[in-house]
């Protein structure tokens, strides 16, 4: 009898145990997710002031270098826009890079997790050694920001330059932009440049309409497509200085 | 023209995988509803069915390896392995997560399945029954699930307009089962092929209808049903091209005159992969269908309609992979 009363309790404290552990799991894991996406601590994100932009290729060759992109391939390009019919024409410059998206579709498409978004900074980036190479993220992603390595095998794109911002340094591009038309910085902090810039200017992201929410901002970007011309009547041509002559 | 990310290697592997998973829903549910009793009447038509399905199933998915960065560029023997990371997880909002994992379960089952008609011998009732009846029950809804996975994977994303329907997953899993009706036929118009003249004989001396052998007019009919359904697809998948806007307007535009998939669409996909192959079988069952005459078609026009219908099916395959990424969102 005694014995089974003791069992009895024991049980019923393993019960008890187990119940609060499942409260206390209960209580904590909305918070915890909560906090990953809405109080996200650092919220990284760019502003391309295309208006300083003078079409350098700086950025595009700082990348190169910074992250040895193979022959053909470019996690970071500018864009060139020509329109109109003299004497009535305009020439901008497009620097383009991955968005960093709040709600990436590469991340969501991928099907191995090797694609995340890194929970306390926002950065999109791709494990290598997870990434099986299956390209689903390159079809996702609405800006093709993405390019499969042929060096690796894996998926690849521009990740901010984690390995210098973590140091506290800025990415690549920015650091050698000569016109300062690149500002980075952690959207979150209301005193940060980048949050100043933002507060102050008429700012566009590219597409959209794509749902992706992207965090590179551009001020006076001429959103122009070839597909315009005939529209305005006018002429429009894309250089894309890419390997794919088209806008992807 | 952009560059295609996915090539022969996936637009092979959605094909075989479809029809690999439409001959296993085809063999089951023939199985197991097909009349008489539990896989009484159509045991042979389930038979070929069910030793059809793993096959094109494991090469199509050998097919969607070879063609994986890690497989093409390979540095280090791991690296062959490193698509065994899709079962290390489950990623619930990614179709193909969603599709290795039912593959995988596929594969299994379907190969089990056609374990239990490997002997000669098969038939109702034996040993294998049990086991072969609950692996139909499962074939069902598997090889639907295979189906709609392989459009549910293109169409997953709107940065592919030319994907991104909530018609292609149904496009894609009625060409999967009339496919796999065409596998099936052919198999059985190659295996049985001795006694053809001795089925067509007693076809015609049969006294009533219920004697016999329906099992190719059956093939034939829910052919006929099944390319019925795939025109209304296209139809409801071009119709709603232009009820959208700019993007998806752009994209219908390859197949359309003008665009460069137009002629690989209509002639091959539509004329000698729908058209074509319904119009003879209509001609030849609707005299079953109404005036319950005996249904038998020459053996080489059904194999060839079987061919075509499989041609089609693959050329639909090509032309959906290639026009969603020669085509992408408008504008910046
Ligand atoms: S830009 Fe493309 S690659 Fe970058 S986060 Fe957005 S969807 Fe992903
Ligand atoms: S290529 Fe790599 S990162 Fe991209 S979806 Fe496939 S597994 Fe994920």
Redesign the interface.
Known sequence: MASDSSKKTLSRRQFLKVGAAAATTAATLPATVASATTKQSIHYAMVIDTRRCIGCHACSVACKTEFEVPLGESRSWVEYVEKGIFPNVRRSF?PRLCNHCDEP?CV???????TYKIASNGIVDITKD???????C?????YGARF????????DKCNFCLHRVSEGLVPSCVNTCQGRARIFGDINDPDSEISRVLATNAVSV??P???TKPNVFYIDAD???E??AERYNTYVRIDTHRR?K??? | ???L??GWPIIIYLFLAGMGAGAYTVSASVLLRGGGGFGRKHFQLARYGALLAPIPIIIGTAFLIL?????????EAS?YF??L??F??F?V?????W??WILGLGIIASVVYAYTFLKKEAAPGDEMSSLRRALAWVGVPLGIAIGVYTGVLLG?????PFWNTSILPFLFLVSSLSTGAAGITILKAVFSSGDVEEKNAAMQTAKSAGERDLSDYLLNVSDLLLLGLEVLGIFLLILFAYMMYGDRV?AIAVIMPGGSLFSLFWWGVIVLGVLVPSVIELKYTVPTLLHGRAFIMPRNLELSLATFILLGGLMLRYVVVVA??IT?????
């Open positions: 497009l579709d969501d498409v991928c099907p191995t997790g090797a997870i990434c099986i190479g299956c390209g689903y390159i079809q996702a992603c609405p499969l390595n042929p060096e690796t095998g894996t998926a590219l597409r309409e794509m749902g959103h122009t497509d597909r315009d794919q088209r806008r992807v | 023209m952009q560059e990310t996915w063609e994986l960065g890690t497989f093409m560029y390979a540095t690296m490193r698509w990371n899709l290390t997880t990623e909002l990614s179709p193909m997560s599709g290795a997953a994303m709107p940065s592919r752009d969603g990424q992408g969102p408008v504008g910046i």
